[in-house]
């Protein structure tokens, strides 16, 4: 008797708990395809694969109050139609009635456990990849549907009057940089062929432009072609609740391998590298008659700057001041000095924030000669200048942090130690490495609360759905949404405390677990309740 009892509130329990999850995990799955097509403009075919690969990501949320609700749900009719008062007269204990109910819960702890540990963010990547697979169709229908599309980091936005995919080829190309802290600027070109390398956690977009004319404050400056490369984040995975139990022990042991910290970390060496280039111009121009050297992509050009004095300026550009002589020179050709330069003022900048793009090196009006003619320019721009290998040793990713860590002992930078700037961004980033550090930490208790919390979660459901069984009969769930409401709020408020730099982590910790505690304690002395009637 009491198999057949159990297999029929346990059969009842599934079919509503099946059900529920079915209806509210398709309504979740089409609610988390608004960003993918806002941001990456997916197609029909690509919406059907990523409504599968939502499904699994949005278990995680449903599994738990669709048990909910069908615990309250279940029990709540149970004893609403007297049964429970019928097993009760015929001396069956009411904690034996439970066990459906807790093999449900105990099923949905760890189902909600393998989703959020594992299987979820596996289909996260899966789903972020599924849509880089395809990034060149999504760039060019951007382009052909809006007209335009924002390189990832919002600084650029592309512009093109015809788009051929077949041949990653854009004609009468626009493109409007606004850099931060910098008047904005506009660049044309005849064409520009696009390049998208793919890889497994990102991929990278490359713009090379030709026949390029960029508009500055002053005047138009003819550079040639450049190359725009930009780092393409992920829409979900690159966050700390979409990443395996691996993925957080790895980022645990180099937090490189996290995109916000690896953007923050580029942006502070590219102003390690400006500083460091500053000083050793300092230290060239202090030897008599000796010229500071760079050389173009390629190698075949050398340039030779020699100037009066430099001054670094807190928007990662360094002043020149006179008298300033640039020496080009042919390095192949007996270094041949095909053209000299003289001016009063001019400048090198970083190109991109973040070395993308390498130096620009300006002059303003400067007086050239070069054999047999000689005249005067409004402005000399030598864009896309690698850095000396001298100044960008020790600046690869790999031992990029241990190098920002210790810049007030950088042999590279002056005596006097790195500026404000590379200081202030120095701190930041040991802030939000430390924030990153509790987020790993909650990250992963959160995911234990609430995979745990669906014990006692559902065991409340199933009381007070007997307790409400005089009401209507969604009552029940509407009063089980409280505890879980009370549960979310204290898993919330311990996430948000360890963000917080002036609290500990074991403080967030500590909270998110007392969710859990409290919600057990309410449980148990429900059980203890109905167990005395």
Not at 151 to 158: C, M, N, V
Not at 172 to 177: K, M, Q, R, T, Y
Not at 290 to 307: I, K, N, P, T
Request: contains cysteine; hydrophobic residues 45%.
């Amino acid at each position: 008797m009491i198999f057949i009892l159990h297999r029929y509130l346990f059969k009842e329990l599934l079919r509503i708990f099946a059900l529920t999850t079915l209806a509210l995990t398709l309504m979740l799955s089409f609610g988390l395809l608004v960003p993918m097509i806002k941001d990456y403009g997916v197609g029909p075919g690509q919406m059907l694969h990523l409504i599968g690969d939502f499904c699994p990501i949005t278990l995680t949320f449903v599994i738990p109050i669709s048990a909910l609700f069908a615990a309250a749900m279940t029990y709540g009719r149970f004893a609403a139609d007297r049964e429970l008062d019928a097993c009760r007269a015929s001396g069956i204990r009411f904690g034996t009635i439970l066990y459906p109910g807790l093999s449900l819960a105990l099923l949905a702890s760890l189902l909600n456990l393998l989703l959020s540990f594992y299987i979820t963010p596996a289909f996260v990547h899966r789903s972020e990849y599924r849509v880089r697979a395809d990034a060149k169709q999504i760039l060019f229908r951007n382009i052909q549907r809006k007209g335009y599309w924002a390189l990832p980091g919002g600084r650029y936005k592309l512009y093109a009057e015809r788009a051929i995919p077949s041949q990653n080829l854009l004609l009468d190309v626009v493109i409007l940089d606004t850099p931060k802290d910098k008047p904005p600027r506009m660049i044309t070109a005849r064409q520009a062929v696009v390049e998208i390398e793919t890889h497994h956690d990102y991929h990278t977009v490359t713009v090379l432009t030709e026949d390029t004319v960029r508009f500055d404050e002053d005047q138009p400056v003819r550079v040639g072609t450049i190359g725009l490369t930009r780092r393409v984040p992920p829409l979900l995975a690159d966050k700390i609740k979409f990443q395996k139990i691996e993925q957080l022990k790895r980022i645990e042991a180099d937090k490189m391998r996290f995109g916000p910290i690896y953007d923050l970390a580029l942006t502070a060496l590219a102003q390690l590298a400006i500083e460091r280039l500053a000083e050793q111009i300092r230290q060239t121009m202090a030897r008599e008659n000796d010229y500071f050297r760079l050389r173009s992509v390629d190698g075949g050009r050398e340039y030779r700057l020699r100037v009066g004095g430099c001054r670094l300026d807190k928007q990662q550009r360094i002043e020149l001041t006179g008298p300033i002589r640039l020496l080009e020179v042919h390095p192949y050709e007996s270094s041949q000095v095909f053209c000299q330069y003289d001016c009063l003022q001019g400048e090198i900048l970083l190109e991109d924030d973040r070395l993308d793009r390498g130096l620009e090196l300006r002059l303003d009006t400067p007086r050239w000669q070069r054999p047999n003619v000689q005249g005067t320019a409004l402005q000399k721009v030598i864009p896309e200048l690698p850095l000396p290998e001298s100044i960008s040793g020790g600046l690869e990713p790999g031992v990029l942090l241990n190098t920002i860590w210790q810049i007030q002992t950088d042999p590279g930078l002056p005596p006097s130690g790195p500026s404000a700037l590379l200081r202030s961004q120095q701190k930041y980033l040991r802030q939000k490495v430390s924030q990153v550090d509790n987020q790993l930490d909650s990250e992963i208790h959160s995911r234990l609360v609430l995979g745990l919390g669906c014990i006692a979660l559902i065991l409340t459901g199933i009381c007070l759905g007997i307790l409400f069984r005089g009401g209507h009969i969604l009552s029940a769930f509407g009063a089980s949404t409280i505890p879980a409401g009370i549960l979310i709020v204290f898993i919330m408020s311990g996430k948000q405390l360890t963000k917080n730099p002036s609290a500990s982590a074991s403080t967030g910790i500590f909270v998110i677990w007392s969710g859990l505690v409290l919600l057990t304690l309410l449980a148990l002395w429900f059980y203890r309740k109905l167990s005395k009637i």
